[in-house]
Every structure is written in C-alpha cells, then in structure tokens.
C-alpha cells in the first residue's frame, strides 16, 4: 500500500508491503542507513528513530502504522552536510563509540533527554539509555558523552552575563 | 527475522474493529505493537490480517470517576506513568511503570496491550488483579467488563473472545486518607521479565492502625495473583502480623519452575518480596498526613 511519512521534515512516499517495518523501509526504501538494524525484534536499540521526539523502536513498528509522525533519524540531527550536532560531537571528543553500530540509537535517545533537560543526573543518563545495547564501550563514555553535551547546550544557552569566569558553570 | 505477510486495516470505529475481528478468525489486533511485532518477526504469530486500533478516539484517555480511574486501552505506558491523574489516584500502577519495559518500549506500548497480553510476570496485569480493576471490553454486542481475576486464564490467556477487544482498565480508586503503595519484583536485569513481583497498597488510620490492604504477586503462577491478607485489618501491619498472614495467604501457592528459577527459590522470593511490599507500603502510608486534604 501507498504509505506518505514525515521524515526529517520532509514528506517521502513510498509503495510497501504491511509488512515492512519502519526500519527496513527507511533503509531500504528511503536509503537513510544511519538507522542500524541490529537485533529485529526490539531488544537492541540500534534501530532507534524519534517519533515527535520520543525515542522508539523502528523495527517494533509497521511503516504503514508511522503516518502523520514527525519522524527523526540520526540523518536528521546535523544541522548542515558534513556537520555535526553537539551531541554527535561530544560522542566523538570523548570516545563515546567504538564499532559505532549502536551510536546512531545512543545518539537519539541522548537527544530526545537533552530535548527535556540539559541538566541530566546520571541516573537519568542511564535510563534514557538502558534500552540500548552497546557491546563495545561498557557504556561509560557513553555517560561521559551525554554529559559533556548537556555541559555544552547549556552553557551555549546560558547568557553570557550568567557564567561564571572560565565558564565552568 | 521478517513477518510473514499479512493484510493492515486501520477501522474508523470501535464497532468496526469488532466487526472485523468478529468476522475473521485469523484477524488480531495491533496496539503498540511491542508484543506482537517481535512475536511477527520470530513467525511465533502468522495472523493473516492486522486490525490497527491504535488511533481509535473511542480507546484513548485517562478518566476519573467517582470511585475509580478508567484508563483507554490505547494509553501509551508513558503517557500513564507521566499522568497527574494515576499517580494521585492508582498510585501502584504510576509506581510499578518503571518497571514496565524501557522508556522507547513504554513510548509505544499500551496499557491496554499489556492487559491483553496476560504475561504471567508483567506489572500492568499484576496491578489490576491486585486492586480488584475491571476489564472493560468492546464486543459487537455492545460494552461488557469483567474482573481482572477472571480476565486472566493462564500464561498468555485470557477470557477474551474473537470479535472482542480491550477497550479499558477501570481500576478502584482508595478514598482513604493516608494511602500507600510498596513493589519489589527480583529478574536477571531491569526490564527483563520478572521472575517474582510483589505490589502491596495498604490504608491507614490516623493511629496507624491498617484500615485496608491489598496485595499481589506476579511471575510465581501462571497468572497473577492477589493474596488474603486481609487479617491485616486492625492491625498495625508489624512485622509479627503480616509474616503471619503472608505464611498463611502463600501456604498452598502453586509456583511454576523453568529454566530462570526454580518452584521454591520463588515461593521464597515471593514470601520475602510480599513482606517488603508490604512495610514500603506501610511507611509510605505512615509518612501521609492523618488529616486535610489527599
């Protein structure tokens, strides 16, 4: 059937089976393979996609059933070609990756947390990440990462006048 | 790790997904799908039509009503564990939701998806049995509803017929004034199913004294379970008193043994995490103000 989807601010249509899960229409139909394909049924967190900003899993989910969603995947975080996004970059300054399979999915579920507050506990650092595997890193600069880039956003978003000498705060 | 081919409707009516699930024996319906699709993608499920009830205007939203909470199916986990309305009023479920999954799978799944599911350790079952909720169903006859006890059957089974479909929980809402909620559960990781889950939610008087209690076990049977416990009322749940009643409330408790956990490592758990359930709840009750407004 004729499926219309909101990805990354745009409308992209296309012919697919009920079937076809998200995941694979966005990589096979509307080649955005940043969005991985790990596991397939929904215990990985590779495939992590936003719908209207809230992190989910594009395999647990039918392309049929995505329509009149704002879909984000990790193609759309950068803010120009060949550009990053602060978390994309926080990831790479601190060695918050190693194979990079899982990044795409860390990186939208950081996203989506540094979306509702910039100034995150660890705790809720964890949360927003423990549904997604990563078999490298043992996670630990993937908590480093997210918290340099709440660091950042908020100091990016703090009047100047309002930070303290050297910027720490 | 690809469904096997399947027809979609998306019904404008709750009358017309019965309709269409009345008229087919092979037809199921997908929710949130956070059960279904891995169950599509593993080919454990080979349906030959999905009726999608997700965006049903019929099936969504959070109601209070005089004496209870009436949840639509199709409320998202996290849309419940977020909600003013659950945690002031079924403060065990906005409890045990963290439990429920991860956020990205609560984002998606419903609450009505887990009560239809029936997985003999999930929390969303265990709550329902435990306060005593009623299962509101659709059916093409019209609106029918039946206790959670009942509802439940077995692992994965409930008392569900084709042509019917969860449209609501409606769980009891305590007008007590100092109300207080305990759940432990012990699985392999956070999230994983659980192997034994307890939830307690007791009353209290102003003297501390029990007014009410209601306690419950998930992941020892094949369904949940509420236990009596209800020689707990008058007193002030000491430790004495409710090893008593739980002993005496667990003494013929038919566990199930499998590859995770064995009969009696979860009659053990079960006893221990009822006891814990039980003196959270008793604390959080006691921290309440006796009197003035909940």
Known sequence: ?169 | MKPAPFDYVRPDSLAEACKLLAGDDDARVIAGGQTLVPMLAMRLARPARLVDILRLPELAGIRKDSDSVVVGATTRQAQAERDPVIRASVPMLARVLPWVGHPPTRNRGTIGGSIANADPSAEIPLVAVTLGAEIVLATTAGPAAMPADEFFVGPMVTSINQGECVSAIRFPVWTHQRIGVGFFEVSARKSDFAFVAAAAQVALDEEERCLDVALGLGGVGDRPLRLDVSSLVGTRLDAKSAAQAVHAASVDLDAASDLHASASYRRRVATTLCLRALEQARADAAVRPALGAR
């Open chain 1, 1 to 169: 059937m004729m499926v219309d989807l909101r990805i990354n601010g745009t409308v992209r249509s296309a012919e697919l089976e009920p079937r076809k899960t998200l995941l694979d229409a966005l990589r096979e139909d509307f080649l955005l393979n940043g969005t991985h394909a790990g596991c397939e049924h929904g215990v990985c967190g590779a495939c992590t996609v936003l719908l209207d900003g809230e992190p989910v899993r594009s395999c647990l989910l039918f392309a049929v059933q995505a329509d009149g969603y704002e879909i984000t995947t990790i193609e759309g975080l950068a803010p120009a070609p060949g550009e990053l996004s602060v978390i994309q970059d926080a990831f790479c300054e601190t060695h918050g990756l190693q194979c990079g399979y899982c990044t795409p999915g860390m990186i939208l579920a950081a996203h989506a947390l540094l979306q509702q507050t910039v100034t995150p506990t660890r705790e809720e650092i964890v949360e927003a990440i423990s549904a997604n595997i990563c078999r490298c890193t043992g996670y630990g600069q993937i908590v480093e990462a997210v918290q340099f880039a709440a660091d950042r956003l908020r100091i990016a978003n703090t009047p100047r006048a309002l930070l303290s000498p050297g910027g720490s705060k």
